[in-house]
């Protein structure tokens, strides 16, 4: 009886099914989506800052696709 006790007071024990609460289980709702974008892509954090580095070297420092066709130096 007291392993049990213990058990219940120590560890975690969560409510069973696990939901998943990944945008993929329903697609095609709009309201889920916007929330989704909402919570993880509209805040500033290291996975908008990422992006945003991503796409200023792409427009501003790397070479256009035309002189990047033939290798050469300079």
């Given at each position: 009886m007291a392993n049990k006790d213990k058990s219940e007071n120590?560890?975690?024990h969560p409510d069973l099914p696990l939901v998943?609460?990944?945008i993929f289980n329903s697609p095609t709702n709009p309201k889920l989506l916007v929330f989704w974008f909402s919570k993880d892509w509209f805040t500033l954090s290291?996975?908008?800052l990422m992006v945003?580095?991503?796409v200023t070297?792409?427009?501003k420092v790397y070479p256009s696709l035309e002189s990047a066709e033939?290798?050469?130096f300079g």
């Open positions: 120590w560890n975690y998943d609460p990944s290291k996975r908008v945003i580095l991503a070297l792409w427009l033939t290798w050469a």
